[in-house]
């Protein structure tokens, strides 16, 4: 990761070893939308930033603070939606797969 910051950052200059590394999937939901979710009375979960994670989870967790503390439902931008399963995704390691080789192809065809 320092490699690849002083390639792009040249000027940051000597910065010696990171000590922390973040890694994470990115939530990409089907709508392209965040999604606040309440399984249970007073149980929040807030996701699918869809890469606008830092933003937008500081402005939704503190929103969803303020809801936890004192109840009112206004403190939440979006409102709460049923989880529901994504259609194959059970199957995304087969299609990844099978997708990336095809794409290998083409780019190898020059396609």
Do not use: C, K
């Not at 000597?14 to 990115?26: K, L, N, P, Q, T």
């Amino acid at each position: 990761m320092v490699r690849q910051l002083h390639q792009l950052f040249p000027q940051v200059g000597d910065i010696g070893e990171a000590e922390f590394f973040w890694s994470g999937r990115v939530a990409i939901t089907p709508d392209y939308l965040p999604h606040v979710h309440e399984p249970a009375p007073g149980l929040l979960i807030v996701l699918g930033y869809n890469g606008r994670d830092v933003a937008m989870a500081t402005a939704m967790g503190a929103a969803a603070g303020r809801y936890a503390i004192n109840g009112d439902r206004q403190e939440l931008a979006l409102p709460a939606s049923v989880i529901s399963p994504i259609p194959l995704h059970g199957a995304r390691r087969g299609y990844v797969a099978a997708m990336s080789a095809w794409y290998r192809m083409l780019d190898g065809l020059g396609l």
